[in-house]
């Protein structure tokens, strides 16, 4: 069973804080993806990264950065958290092959006051 | 634009109901077709998916979908819902609609509520 996990389900920050999300996938998958989750908006793509050190912006880049040191581990970091980034953030994983399909961890619930 | 369009932000039905979930997208060229379910207090997970070869495709719990390319369409169909199938729904499109076949693009989601 592929498994994602997120370091936090729910997180409470200050404006201007600089917040770290963890993202640890254990089926060696080559993708990681970072997502926001907002009511009536669905998903959107936040970050991409397809290889260590190897990033890719989305569709919402703006007040986001990621870092990917290792295989497993995906981070999505926001400098100086601003309160239009609370937000539920949903970590994804995936194999390079077209037909492969994104595994989920369980999301960062995260308020930003 | 929104390119992956769900018809219904909120659907009642009670339990023994027929179902059906619209999603269109945009584009038409090649594309993979997904519908994620996430339950309630669960984490986001594959109901079904399209590549490739019958356009009717059975996925996990009785869930079923069309491939209609004529219409650009991959509805979501149960005959008989359950009220454990309170859940929300998101249709997603992979293909040069999302910047390619790794990435995907998600609809707004459809919140079902199945009364006992």
């Known amino acids: 069973d592929v498994k994602v996990t997120q370091s936090s389900r729910y997180l409470v920050k200050r404006t201007g804080e600089k917040v770290f999300l963890e993202c640890v996938q254990d089926?060696?998958?080559?993708?990681m993806f970072w997502y926001r989750q907002d009511p009536g908006l669905g998903l959107r793509l936040i970050y991409f990264?397809?290889?260590?050190?190897?990033?890719e912006k989305g569709d919402i880049p703006e007040g986001y950065s990621v870092s990917r040191e290792k295989k497993e581990r995906f981070s999505l970091i926001l400098e100086s958290a601003s309160t239009n980034q609370t937000s539920m953030y949903l970590c994804?994983?995936?194999?390079?092959?077209?037909?492969?399909?994104?595994?989920f961890g369980p999301g960062t619930r995260l308020t930003v006051l | 634009a929104q390119s992956v369009s769900q018809h219904n932000h909120h659907v009642i039905l009670s339990e023994a109901a027929s179902l059906e979930l619209g999603c269109n997208y945009s584009?038409?060229?090649?594309?993979?077709l997904f519908w994620y379910v996430q339950y309630p207090g669960q984490h986001l997970q594959l109901l079904l998916k399209?590549?490739?070869?019958?356009?009717l495709v059975k996925g996990i719990k009785g869930f079923e979908a069309e491939f209609i390319k004529s219409k650009f369409s991959f509805n979501l169909r149960k005959p008989s819902v359950q009220w454990s199938d309170t859940a929300e729904y998101f249709c997603?499109?992979?293909?040069?609609?999302?910047?390619?076949?790794?990435?995907?693009?998600f609809g707004a989601g459809t919140r079902l509520a199945v009364h006992p």
């Open positions: 997603a499109v992979s293909g040069m609609i999302s910047g390619g076949y790794n990435k995907l693009i």
């Open positions: 089926m060696d998958h080559e993708n």
């Open positions: 399209y590549f490739s070869g019958d356009p």
């Open positions: 990264s397809y290889d260590v050190k190897m990033k």
């Open positions: 584009y038409g060229g090649t594309v993979n």
């Open positions: 994804a994983s995936s194999f390079e092959r077209q037909e492969d399909t994104q595994y």
